[in-house]
């Protein structure tokens, strides 16, 4: 990604500084700008990128007594490329002839093996993900600094109190900031290097993102030497997006066994392509079903997968709500829980949060209108929860955020929970 269409990222504020004493390992899918933002971040650094055979090369033959000479404070991207790093990174920490090393992958699985092979207590971990909407709507410099609504509606306060203090209304030219950047996850998902390319070319970049995916990191991660059952799975899961896991149907439709779908899941989960959703533990009203729920953490890529191409459904939408939710908890590492509550009687919730303080219930409608109706399932749990519950939202496409049911269950519409709770000038 170019300066130009450069974004400030939400992580960027929580990454330690370089004169700490630390070893940073920043991971996440590929293309999601890992290079960029550690060398934003760590400019003064010496920067190698293990992508390049000379430089591995160059690593490997590199004397370990050496390695703080030579060197010294860095930041190692595609770390995992040259094993032999870890070890000799872990001897200059120890010695103390390094004293922070940023060391960046997009496979997960490889990087944390080498990890606790090598660096056990010694590394701190942080993910970056496909952009969020507040990063997209982001114009430079201070706007990520800004609480974002969720930031509120997480701390604990009362929700009337937290709701009561925003603006219900946004005017029309401070709302358009973040209606356009809505839809631009809901269009293109958050992958960073779309911004800079015309919409003719998107698809095509989408396109070729997959390709590389399942060419180079589902290589690197699984060893698969035939890649087209995976290909028929990993399409046939994108279209499951929302659903009730089922192994066996997907394995049945894939063509694969059971212990296979199971498998190819955590293949996906662990490269940060699909996030499972579990259900909330305790049957709060009456008998809950004990099956996750699939997402797709970025939407752009699962258009690609199902071909997608329309206008906003509400499969599309709910996705892109549970992506932009954990995103944002990964990211920035809040003491959060998310599920989802379902009865086998039907009942459901589409997201539960579950923070220190209590529980905030989430429906989700893909429309600009709602009413009471749809907050009675936040009602029905809130009762069950007594003094857990911290209040209800049931996400919309409208304009208006207000108070829509006792006890404190509000309408909020999706790109203000997602933005700073008070507009910049």
Do not use: C
């Amino acid at each position: 990604m170019n300066a130009k269409t450069f974004k400030p990222r939400l992580l960027a504020k929580l990454l330690p500084n370089e004169t700490s004493r630390r070893i940073v390992v920043i991971t996440g899918a590929r293309q999601t700008g890992k290079t960029t933002l550690s060398r934003r971040v760590y400019e003064d650094l010496k920067y190698v990128n293990l992508d390049a055979p000379e430089n591995r090369d160059t690593m490997r033959d590199l004397s370990t007594v050496t390695w703080g000479e030579v060197i010294g404070n860095a930041v190692i991207d595609e770390a995992h490329k040259e094993p032999t790093v870890f070890e000799k990174v872990k001897y200059a920490f120890d010695e103390d002839r390094i004293s922070f090393t940023v060391l960046t992958g997009s496979s997960q699985i490889l990087l944390l093996r080498k990890i606790r092979e090598s660096l056990a207590g010694r590394a701190f971990f942080y993910e970056l993900w496909p952009l969020v909407q507040s990063e997209i709507r982001d114009s430079g410099d201070n706007g990520v600094e800004a609480p974002l609504l969720l930031d509120l509606v997480v701390s604990g306060e009362p929700l009337k109190k937290t709701l009561g203090e925003v603006p219900d209304r946004l005017l029309e030219t401070q709302d358009y900031l973040y209606r356009a950047s809505e839809k631009h996850v809901m269009e293109w998902g958050g992958m960073p290097a779309l911004l800079e390319l015309p919409e003719e070319r998107r698809w095509q970049w989408l396109r070729n993102y997959g390709y590389t995916y399942l060419e180079r990191d589902l290589r690197d991660l699984a060893r698969l030497d035939d890649l087209m059952p995976f290909r028929k799975f990993h399409r046939l899961s994108a279209m499951t997006s929302g659903m009730l896991l089922n192994y066996s149907e997907l394995a049945r439709d894939a063509s694969v066994s059971v212990d296979t779908a199971r498998r190819y899941l955590e293949y996906l989960r662990i490269s940060y392509q699909t996030a499972l959703l579990q259900p909330y533990y305790k049957n709060l009203t009456s008998s809950v079903v004990k099956t996750p729920k699939l997402y797709w953490t970025d939407v752009g890529i699962w258009r690609q997968l199902t071909g997608f191409r329309g206008e906003m459904s509400g499969q599309l939408y709910e996705t892109m709500v549970v992506s932009e939710l954990y995103k944002w908890i990964h990211t920035t590492q809040q003491d959060v829980e998310m599920f989802f509550y379902r009865t086998r009687a039907g009942m459901e919730i589409d997201i539960l949060l579950e923070t220190g303080a209590g529980l905030i219930g989430f429906e989700i409608k893909s429309r600009d209108t709602v009413s009471e109706r749809d907050a009675r399932p936040l009602k029905v749990v809130a009762e069950a929860l007594g003094s857990a519950w911290l209040g209800g939202i049931v996400l919309y496409t409208g304009n208006r955020i207000r108070p829509i049911l006792s006890p404190n269950i509000w309408a909020i519409p999706s790109r203000r929970l997602f933005q700073p709770a008070v507009p910049g000038d």
